[in-house]
C-alpha cells in the first residue's frame, strides 16, 4: 500500500450537488402533482381499469331508428333519431328523418292539441335540418309534408294560410334542386290537394308512382300519398289499392290500415244492397283489427284503432260494440278528454242519457281524478275492487276548448243538460247550458244547423215546448 500522505477519510464523502439533477426532482414532483389533480377530478384513469365503452355513431342511432320505423314503433323510432341528431347536429338528412316520422306519429294522435304539438315539434326539426343545409332538395321535400300537415292543425285561417304557404315555397324549391324528385312531386301532390287544386294533386302524384322504385323505403310515402289524392277525388277503392301498396313497403305502420278501413267504410255507405254494404263494413273492421293487433304484439298502447272500430260500429247503428270499443280505448288513455267526447256522443245516441251527460262533462268541462274514476268504475271501463279509491283509478281530465273537431261534444253536452232541467241534482242545469250556448253562437252563430240546436234548446229551458229526452237507460247499453 503506497502512503500517499493524504488524510484517510473516515465518512461518506459529499458530493458536489448537480442542478440538474435539483431541476430533474422538482419537474417530477410537478407531474406528480398535476396527475393527482387530474385523478381528482376524472380526467386520469387509473392503469388496468376497464375499457370504456365506444361512443355510439349518429350512423348507429340512425339505423336503430329505421328499424324501430319498420316494426311500427314509431315513438322508438323518434327518440333514435333525436339521439343521432344529437351527436350530428349538421346531418341535413336525420334531421329530415325524424320531422318525418314526428309528422307521421301525429296521424295516431287523438286530440288536436296533442297533434298541433307533435307538428311543432317536427317543424322545429325541419327548421334546424335546413338550417343546416340549405340546398338539400330531400330537406325542402320534407318541409313540404311538414308544413302541409302543420296547416291541418292551425288555430285559425291566417296561420293556415301562411303554413300552406311555407310548404308550397320548400315543395317549389326542393323540385328546382332536384326536378323528378318522386318525393317532392309526392309531397307537392298532397299539398296541391290540400289547396283544392284535385288536378294537379292527380297528376304530380301520378308522376310520383310511376318514377318511384319498388324496393325504397320512402315509396311507402308515393303509394300513401297517391292514395290520398284518390280518396280525396272520391275514387275508395283505387285508394284502397295504393294503401295496401304502402301498406306492402311497411307492414307495421298501422296508419296506413286505418286509411284502408275508413275507406271501405267510405264504399259501405254506397253499397247498392244491404249484402255488399254488410261485406264492406266487415272489411273496414278488419282492417282496423290488423292495426289492433300490431299494437298489441309489439306492446304499443295506441287507442286508434280501437276509436276507428267504435266509429264503425256507431256508423252501422251497433251502438253497445261501439261503447264497448271506444270503452276499451278510454282505458288505454283514461285521461283524454277527446275519448271521453267521442263515448258521450255514442250514449247519447242510444238515448243513454243519464251517462252521456257524466262523460260529456268530463269532455267539455273537464273533471278530477276522483270524478273519473268514479265514472270509470261505474261505467266498468276498469275492474274496481271494494273499497277502492277513484282517485287512484281516474286521472284529471282537462276539458277540451271549442272548436271545428269539439263543436258536436259541446251542442251534445248543452242539449243533455237541457234535458234534464228540473229533475235532482240538475237544479241548474239551463244556466250551465246557456254558458255554452253562448260560446256556440259567439263562434258558430253563422251555421244553421248550431243556430237551429241553440235556439231549440233555449226555447225549452224558457218553457216553450216538451222536454226531448226520455230519462231511462235503454238496457241495451251499459249503464
Known amino acids: 500500500m503506497r502512503l500517499t500522505g493524504e488524510p484517510l477519510p473516515l465518512g461518506r464523502v459529499r458530493r458536489p450537488t448537480s442542478p440538474w439533477r435539483i431541476l ?40 336503430e331508428g329505421r328499424a324501430h320505423f319498420s316494426a311500427g314503433r314509431l315513438q322508438a323510432a323518434i327518440d333514435a333519431y333525436r339521439r343521432a341528431v344529437e351527436v350530428a347536429p349538421n346531418d341535413a338528412g336525420l334531421g329530415a328523418e325524424l320531422a318525418r316520422i314526428q309528422t307521421y306519429s301525429s296521424a295516431l294522435l287523438t286530440t288536436a292539441s296533442e297533434r298541433s304539438a307533435r307538428m311543432a315539434e317536427a317543424r322545429r326539426s325541419i327548421d334546424a335540418a335546413l338550417e343546416a343545409n340549405p340546398d338539400d332538395a330531400r330537406v325542402h321535400a320534407v318541409r313540404t309534408l311538414v308544413y302541409d300537415w302543420s296547416a291541418s292543425v292551425a288555430p285559425s285561417g291566417g296561420e293556415r294560410d301562411r303554413l300552406l304557404k311555407e310548404a308550397e315555397t320548400s315543395a317549389v324549391r326542393a323540385l328546382q ?101 254488410r261485406g264492406l263494413m266487415d272489411q273496414a273492421l278488419g282492417a282496423f283489427d290488423r292495426a289492433a293487433r300490431i299494437n298489441e304484439q309489439l306492446g304499443i298502447a295506441d287507442p286508434t284503432p280501437y276509436l276507428s272500430i267504435g266509429r264503425t260500429y256507431l256508423q252501422d247503428g251497433e251502438f253497445f260494440i261501439a261503447a264497448i270499443n271506444v270503452e276499451r280505448a278510454l282505458a288505454i288513455d283514461p285521461s283524454n278528454a277527446d275519448i271521453f267526447g267521442r263515448l258521450g256522443i255514442i250514449f247519447f245516441k242510444a238515448r243513454n242519457y243519464e251517462s252521456a251527460v257524466e262523460v260529456l262533462r268530463c269532455a267539455v268541462e273537464g273533471c278530477t281524478a276522483a270524478e273519473s ?107
Open 373 to 479: 274514476g268514479a265514472l270509470l268504475c261505474n261505467l266498468k271501463v276498469v275492474a274496481c275492487d271494494v273499497g277502492m279509491a277513484p282517485e287512484d283509478v281516474g286521472q284529471e281530465v282537462v276539458g277540451l276548448p271549442l272548436n271545428d273537431s269539439t263543436l258536436e261534444y259541446y251542442y251534445t253536452y248543452a242539449s243533455v243538460l237541457t234535458s234534464f232541467r228540473g229533475t235532482a241534482g240538475f237544479d241548474d242545469a239551463c244556466a250551465r247550458a246557456e254558458t255554452f250556448f253562448d260560446q256556440l253562437m259567439a263562434r258558430y252563430g253563422g251555421d244553421p244547423i248550431v243556430a237551429g240546436i241553440v235556439a231549440e234548446n233555449r226555447a225549452l229551458c224558457a218553457g216553450v215546448g216538451p222536454a226531448p229526452v226520455p230519462q231511462t237507460t235503454p238496457a241495451s247499453m251499459p249503464s
Open 177 to 277: 334542386l332536384h326536378p323528378g324528385s318522386p318525393l317532392a312531386l309526392t309531397y307537392y301532390a298532397e299539398l296541391l290537394l290540400d289547396q283544392g287544386k284535385f288536378v294537379q294533386a292527380f297528376d304530380l302524384a301520378e308522376q310520383a308512382a310511376a318514377l318511384a322504385e319498388p324496393f325504397d323505403p320512402l315509396s311507402m310515402d308515393v303509394h300513401r300519398v297517391f292514395g290520398t289524392v284518390l280518396e280525396g277525388n272520391g275514387l275508395y277503392r283505387q285508394a284502397i289499392e295504393e294503401y295496401r301498396a304502402a301498406a306492402e313497403i311497411a307492414p307495421n305502420f298501422t296508419y296506413l290500415y286505418l286509411l284502408i278501413g275508413a275507406n271501405y267504410r267510405q264504399l259501405a255507405g254506397k253499397a247498392p244492397t244491404e249484402a255488399d254494404r
Open 24 to 63: 430533474a426532482y422538482l419537474g417530477a414532483i410537478g407531474v406528480g402533482v398535476l396527475l393527482f389533480q387530474g385523478y381528482l377530478q376524472g380526467d386520469v384513469r387509473p392503469l388496468l381499469l376497464p375499457t370504456p365503452a365506444p361512443t355510439r355513431t349518429a350512423a348507429s342511432h340512425a339505423e
